[in-house]
Nanobody
Framework: QVQLVESGGGLAQAGGSLRLSCVTSGARFSFGGMGWYRQAPGQQREMVAYKTSISGKVYADSVKGRFTISRDNPRNTVYLQMDNLEPEDTGVYYC?????????WGQGIQVTVSS
């Protein structure tokens, strides 16, 4: 059974930082893509940051220069370092992993940024 488990969310003030972690089990995503999506209240889920095994990193325009995605393949973990947080970053953050045509999701973790 493939599982993706997020941690590190919570409450932060505007201008602050949080670091999300996603640990995977049941499959190795070393040769697949992994990344982060988020969903704000009343909004559609959107891609925040993504990294494949061989190509570069992709970021949503709204987080460029503030968020950094990284992977630790031996530890089956993907991170999202979020700096200079803004209230608009509030939402549920989901870890995503792709293997071939199959997509996997974490259960989501709440991030709330107060102004």
């Amino acid at each position: 059974q493939v599982q993706l488990v997020e941690s590190g969310g919570g409450l932060a003030q505007a201008g602050g930082s949080l670091r999300l972690s996603c640990v995977t089990s049941g499959a190795r995503f070393s040769f697949g893509g992994m990344g982060w999506y988020r969903q704000a209240p009343g909004q559609q889920r959107e891609m925040v940051a993504y990294k494949t095994s061989i190509s570069g990193k992709v970021y949503a325009d709204s987080v460029k220069g503030r968020f950094t995605i990284s992977r630790d393949n031996p530890r089956n973990t993907v991170y999202l370092q979020m700096d200079n947080l803004e209230p608009e970053d509030t939402g549920v953050y989901y870890c995503n992993g792709k293997l071939g045509r199959t997509e996997y999701w974490g259960q989501g973790i709440q991030v709330t940024v107060s102004s």
